[in-house]
């Protein structure tokens, strides 16, 4: 317990020491909100689909999250030849309190992260109509976090090199993020998008978000909830069983 | 004296066909400062890797302190302290916090955490610096620090793979002189690897030489000397590995490495 608390504290102690990390890592979400939210609003407006940064405000916390928890998963690759956590992997501690430790490190920053996004795109003009399910808001935003940093943890056991980072960027990170309902909805999309947009598991964080905190939701909170705890547990197995593997 | 705290006997291991340390057998004795020297690519880097439980043997035996890093690596990590050839310290914490993150990682009680950190932190000459964080520190002070940190769960024996690689012979000196120190006072075995010859033949009272996975001799430095009729101990080291240099594709952790020196300091 006392391992998982110490690898999960580090984490945090990092985030809140490192400010321009924290300030450089808020400037992409704010450029999405200001940029598009404003660029799109009229056109959005006009075919009677409302506020944009309403709609927006809560696909671009979903980005933030998952860019913060996927890095800090991906970290990893980084981290075991040149950091810390080769330190912990010659310790008499097990692989998986090391991996659980490091994926709620990972996660809770991901979430204040989220959380800076929420507060900034309240200043751009958004306003959660529902505030009693915050709460619930928070949750899948937890849930969102543990996902893709137990999904950045599972790929970064297998790579053995940074160069592989900026190929999970183009072809995990990003397609995940546009095809996810983040920046449109996802009612009347062509078939092939549609059927990738469901088989996404951020459609359903994004659309969770947008439920609890605007109340509108494609899949319904139910199943978002539902989908959303079954993809993350699959994950973090995955991901446990990858980083007990890895050898250095 | 006389008793081995390390045997390795025709320790092998294969990586897709290719044979990077093969039937090697060795021992060192408890309390002994003891050197694993080779050229690039020779097998050193490997073998600790299997002493120090991160990777599996492909065959053979291995015994740390009675135990095998194999089949029992829990017990066998409580053992050791290591110091990497690339740093393992948390750039964004403070020189004690690092300290008493290891501790809390090894079980070091509580009650007698803060007089061990103290007690290592001033052997390596950095309490007084313990608040500042240590990506403030210089190369030096990191690797003074990583071998303090590496002794706090009184470990037997203590890892330094090229501990004063890329260091100026003022800081290779001082951290000699602690390493030194250290083996006397706490009664610990180091076993060490390093390509300078000069460093080995002072401070080594054992030497085993390895290249293309084999060993090729071992003993003291002067018995190295006279089966070789060489003056130095480096001069034995050429006779016996050959003058070839070897010229090894880069592995992806020199890329990463060659990454690491353009982006940070």
Redesign the interface.
């Known amino acids: 317990m ?2 998982i608390y ?1 690898l999960w504290l ?1 984490q945090l ?2 985030y809140i ?2 400010k321009a990390r924290i300030i450089g890592s808020l400037g992409q979400p704010l450029l999405f909100l200001v940029a598009l939210g404003f660029g799109f609003g009229p056109i959005f407006q006009k075919a009677g689909q409302g506020n944009y940064i309403q709609f927006l405000a809560p696909g671009i916390i979903a980005m933030s999250i998952i860019f913060t928890a996927m890095f800090s998963g991906i970290e990893i ?2 981290d075991r ?13 097990s692989r998986l309190k090391i991996m659980v430790g490091r994926t709620l490190g990972g996660a809770t920053v991901a979430v204040l992260q989220g959380i800076v996004v929420l507060l900034i795109s309240l200043i751009a003009g958004f306003r959660p109509t529902n505030i009693p399910m915050i709460p619930l808001a928070l949750v899948f935003m937890i849930l969102v976090a543990i996902l893709f940093t137990a999904i950045g943890t599972a790929i970064a056991s297998l790579l ?4 592989g980072f900026h190929l999970i960027m183009t072809f995990v990170v990003m397609p995940v993020f546009f095809l996810s309902g983040a920046l449109f909805p996802l009612d009347g999309l062509p078939r092939g998008v549609s059927i990738v947009a469901s088989m996404n598991p951020l459609s359903y964080g994004v659309d969770g978000l947008r439920g609890t905190l605007i109340g509108v939701a494609h899949f319904g909170l139910a199943t978002d909830l539902a989908v959303l705890i079954a993809v993350t547990a699959a994950f973090v197995a995955i991901g446990s069983y990858l980083f007990s593997k890895i ?2 | 004296m006389d008793k081995e705290i390390i045997t390795v006997k025709d320790l092998t291991k294969t990586f897709n066909g290719l044979t990077a340390v093969d039937h090697i057998s060795f021992s060192v004795q408890k309390t002994e400062i003891f050197g694993f020297l080779g050229p690039n690519g020779a097998g050193k880097s490997t073998t600790i ?1 299997m002493l ?5 043997p492909t065959s053979g035996s291995m015994l740390m302190n009675g135990h095998d890093p194999a089949e029992d690596p ?2 066998v ?2 053992t ?1 302290g ?1 110091v ?1 050839q ?5 750039d ?2 403070t020189a004690y ?1 690092n300290m008493e ?2 501790c ?4 070091v009680p509580k009650t007698i955490r803060r007089k061990r950190i103290e007690q290592l932190l001033k052997i390596v000459e950095l309490w007084d610096r313990r608040k500042d ?1 240590v990506k403030k520190f210089s190369g030096g002070m990191k690797r003074r620090l990583e071998i303090a ?1 590496g002794l706090l769960h009184h470990p037997k024996i203590l890892f330094l793979d090229e501990p004063t690689l890329g260091l100026d012979p003022q800081t290779r000196n001082l951290i000699w002189l602690h390493i030194k120190e250290l083996n006397k006072k706490e009664g610990i075995t180091v076993f060490f690897t390093t390509h300078y010859m000069e460093e080995a033949e002072r401070v080594a009272q054992r030497i085993a030489i390895i290249d293309h996975g084999r060993i090729l001799t071992q003993g003291t430095p002067k018995q190295l000397k006279e089966k070789t009729r060489s003056q130095s101990l480096e001069d034995a080291f050429i006779k016996l590995t050959g003058r070839a240099i070897r010229e090894e594709e880069a592995t ?2 020199d ?2 490495r060659m ?2 020196r353009l982006f940070r300091r």
């Not at chain 1, 053995?160 to 160069?163: F, S, V």
């Not at chain 2, 120090?52 to 599996?56: A, E, F, G, R, V």
Request: charged share 30%; net charge positive; glycine share 2%.
């Open positions: 006392k391992v110490i580090r102690k990092r020491r490192s690759i980084w030849q040149f950091g810390f956590l080769k330190e912990t992997l010659v310790a008499p501690v053995d090199d940074m160069q050898q250095i | 890797k120090t439980t991160l990777l599996q829990h017990k990590r409580q050791f290591i990497f690339d740093p393992s310290l948390d964004e914490l916090e993150f290891h809390i990682l090894y079980n964080l940190r992806s952790t890329r990463m990454r690491r």
